[in-house]
């Protein structure tokens, strides 16, 4: 019988995971799908596993992050920790959720760090934002979140200046701005204040080269774009579901 898997989220008309998931299957001669389901409301999900009973796995995205958790039966440490889910497996029935997430920003970060890059500022306070948190953490990078408004642990966007980009060395984008088709969009930062000492790390991987990251570029900045870590987390999952 065909194994099922596919992504949960809204919307998903961009989503890589199909085309992704779907090419590996046909390379490997694995008999599997992978489907893209689009929900408007998280409370749709227990009525799309009832319709779709040879669910083995799913990934999950934008805005279900978090909001899925309460309709797991279980979770791993990372993401227990984290308080965010990226993966579920689904075994007889029961749902556990993973947080790979952790795993492809950690792989793809680690190999850019200089020593200079020893404060952050963490742009979005959302579900992938607690993944990036996690893994700094690991690495013992001191970070300062930035968000729309301003909160007890977030600094808001009109706070940011030149002094503090020039005190946090390596900068990452966890919201979707930039991502197509919206690609004339990037966070307002003081851009003219980054330098060659800046690390940007743009988790958007649609276009290649944000804004975001043009405006890094432009100032000598070291960039990265989300591609990598979306293969590698992708990949993790992949393990997670045929463990």
Not at 131 to 155: E, W
Not at 167 to 183: D, E, Q, R, S, V
Request: contains cysteine; aromatic residues 10%; hydrophobic residues 40%.
């Amino acid at each position: 019988m065909e194994r099922e898997f596919g992504i949960i989220g809204h919307p998903l008309t961009h989503s890589f995971s199909p085309s992704f998931f779907n090419k590996k299957f046909e390379e490997e001669n694995i008999d599997a799908m992978y489907t893209a389901f689009e929900i408007e409301h998280i409370s749709q999900f227990p009525i799309l596993l009832q319709q779709h009973p040879n669910l083995c796995g799913l990934s999950v995205t934008i805005p279900y992050k978090k909001t899925v958790i309460p309709l797991l039966d279980e979770l791993d440490d990372a993401a227990k920790n984290i308080g965010a889910v990226n993966c579920i497996a689904i075994n007889n029935g029961k749902l556990k959720g993973f947080n790979t997430d952790v795993f492809g920003f950690s792989e793809s970060l680690h190999p850019l760090l200089q020593t200079q890059h020893n404060r952050a500022l963490i742009l979005g306070t959302g579900g992938s934002s607690l993944a990036v948190q996690y893994v700094l953490k690991q690495f013992n990078i001191p970070f300062q979140m930035v968000s729309r408004n301003k909160g007890n642990l977030a600094l808001c966007y009109e706070d940011l200046n030149e002094a503090i980009i020039h005190a946090h060395t390596l900068i990452i984008n966890t919201t979707p701005l930039g991502m197509f088709p919206k690609k004339n969009d990037c966070a307002p930062i003081p851009y003219e204040a980054l330098t060659p000492h800046h690390l940007l790390f743009d988790l958007v991987y649609n276009p290649q080269e944000t804004l975001f990251l043009q405006k890094g570029k432009s100032q000598g900045a070291t960039i990265k774009n989300g591609l990598a870590m979306l293969h590698l987390q992708a990949l993790r999952s992949w393990e997670i579901w045929n463990s």
